[in-house]
């Protein structure tokens, strides 16, 4: 009788360094399969004892993302900003914020993550500005007929008195898309557009100047060395003509039903074509990542066309349920969709809007991607585990939020006065929540913030936090991070796995994906019970107790295994 379980990854294999950056960065299309980890900068690694996570931190434990085996690293905001959304309000787009550091701090983490063969890949915030920005404050304090006020997207309103908001559109944090401005005399005035908070005034993109801004701003950060671009709201930006009104009652999400006068425009295309050109006089295959909220992943794959944009997250993977039916109906739309434009599909299933996985997993399906209940810790656990193999195992580019590889839940209990998403103080519009997925992560089992910083963190951590950190789990088998890292360093090791735009699905029993790619098999049970199947081959790693007897494989409940032919 022969028996067989996964076997881990030696860590000698997992950690060996790479090429240097220079030679690494020299690979033609290394973003079609790449693994991209988001930081949340302030909520990484605090160098300075303040609470809060900045860019000497991340700095500091570049290692462990090149040992935890992903490409590139993907930093949210670290710009001039009031923080009144977390840094999606730049005052200055070519200035880091004193919380986060300076500029040299900047060229610092650049320069030292390319020596440890990763890429950095910085966001871009396009759709709207702070009420900091100089542009904004010049034009309130200039007045009506103020140039820089066509910038923007001021306009007179409604009513006898103009005491009515020029359109009904609504923020998408809840309330009026309208802020009314008191003008220098001191008389109600003009209104102006935001999207989101007041505090993020939307640029009007028919303007030359606001093309023109942007487009020396891509130039300033591509001069500093970066790979990359992710494009804030990059479906927003153009605004039908005449900013006509909705008509409807119900409030715009995001991810809607349809397009609406101010979401998924055409022209947003045209902007990208300019950009591409820019992007493509530099050496070095930089890219570009749309976050772009459409109704469909094929008006997605618009955003991927060969003279645009590179990849675009795939917003229907992450909001789609642990089922085998659901999950492979929008694992095949994903992949048609992207065939015709040449684009390679991405797959992401926590970032920082959303609850993580390991969390939405461990509730019922239907709730949505903002959760407010912990659910079966163990649940949620289980098949998150299960999720992100069966995510690595799919052909394009997959993207890591930070702290998934410790399995950390998302925070639901948080107490109402540590609450800083500015949606939640709105009321309605988008849930307000997102504080949860944002707690600065663990690094040590002790310490005033369990290896963060010196200073305790800006949002508080749970009990327990220790026992899921990197020092808890470093080296243990069967881990959550060493799972991810022994699933990172096979999928380096694999050339079937990652690029690529098909797979091969196999016949499995009800409730069960399996597929093929060359000599690689990925069979992923979504059922709540163990289910036996043929094994297609030599167990690799699996996220529970796979074994495999003479041929026979025994696959618990919410679990995902990888075999080989070769």
């Avoid at 294999?13 to 090429?19: L, M, S, V, Y």
């Avoid at 030679?23 to 790449?34: Q, S």
Wanted: aromatic content about 10%.
């Amino acid at each position: 009788m022969s028996h067989q379980t996964a076997e881990p990854v030696s860590p000698t294999h997992r950690t060996a360094p790479r090429t240097a950056g220079h030679a690494v960065a020299d690979r033609r299309d290394w973003w079609r399969d790449a693994v991209i980890y988001q930081v949340y900068p302030r909520s990484f690694a605090d160098s300075d004892g303040d609470g809060m996570g900045d860019l000497p931190g991340i700095r500091t434990r570049l290692p462990y993302l090149r040992d935890l085996g992903v490409d590139a690293v993907w930093l949210s905001p670290f710009y001039a900003s009031p923080q009144a959304d977390a840094g999606y309000d730049v005052a200055d787009y070519r200035a880091v914020d004193p919380m986060f550091g300076n500029l040299l701090d900047a060229d610092g983490l650049i320069r030292d993550a390319h020596d440890l063969g990763l890429r950095i890949i910085v966001d871009l915030v396009p759709n709207h500005s702070s009420d900091q920005h100089e542009w904004f404050k010049r034009a309130l304090a200039d007045g009506p007929g103020s140039p820089l006020r066509d910038r923007y997207h001021f306009r007179p309103g409604k009513g006898a008195n103009g005491e009515l908001p020029p359109n009904d559109w609504e923020s998408i944090f809840g309330g009026p898309a309208w802020t009314r401005v008191t003008e220098p005399d001191g008389t109600p005035g003009q209104w102006y557009l935001h999207l989101f908070a007041p505090e993020q005034p939307d640029f009007n993109w028919d303007h030359p100047a606001v093309n023109d801004e942007f487009r020396s701003i891509l130039r300033f950060w591509l001069d500093m060395g970066v790979d990359g671009f992710r494009i804030d709201v990059a479906h927003g930006m153009v605004k039908a003509p005449g900013l006509p009104d909705i008509g409807g009652n119900e409030q715009v999400k995001l991810l809607g039903d349809g397009v609406v006068p101010f979401f998924d425009q055409d022209g947003v295309h045209e902007i990208y074509r300019q950009w591409r050109l820019i992007l493509d006089e530099y050496s070095g295959d930089r890219v570009f990542v749309a976050e772009a909220w459409t109704p469909t992943v094929e008006r997605t794959a618009h955003y991927v066309r060969p003279d645009e944009l590179h990849q675009a997250f795939n917003f229907q993977y992450l909001s789609t349920h642990w089922d085998a039916a659901e999950l492979r109906e929008v694992i095949d739309r994903t992949l048609e969709a992207m065939r015709p434009v040449g684009a390679p599909a991405t797959w992401v299933l926590s970032n920082h809007d959303v609850t993580r996985h390991a969390t939405r997993f461990a509730n019922p399906a239907g709730l949505g991607t903002q959760i407010r209940e912990a659910g079966d810790r163990e649940l949620g656990l289980r098949r998150a585990r299960a999720a992100t193999l069966l995510m690595l195992a799919l052909p394009g580019s997959a993207y890591l939020y930070q702290g998934e590889e410790l399995g950390l839940p998302d925070v639901v209990d948080l107490p109402d006065e540590a609450r800083q998403d500015p949606a939640y103080f709105r009321g309605a519009g988008q849930d307000g929540f997102r504080d949860g997925c944002r707690v600065p992560i663990p690094w040590t089992r002790e310490g005033s913030s369990h290896g963060f910083g010196d200073g305790g963190s800006w949002l508080p951590q749970p009990a327990g936090w220790g026992e899921l950190s990197v020092e808890a789990q470093q080296g243990v088998p069967g881990s959550t991070l060493e799972m991810y890292r022994t699933a990172l360093a096979v999928r380096r090791e694999a050339s079937d796995l990652g690029a690529g735009e098909a797979v091969e699905w196999l016949p499995a029993p009800e409730g069960v994906l399996a597929f093929r790619r060359g000599a690689f098999v990925c069979v992923a049970n979504t059922t709540g019970r163990t289910v036996p199947f043929a094994a297609p081959g030599r167990l690799l790693i699996a996220s529970g107790e796979v074994t495999v007897t003479d041929g026979e494989a025994l696959g618990p409940a919410d679990t995902t295994a990888w075999f080989t032919t070769a």
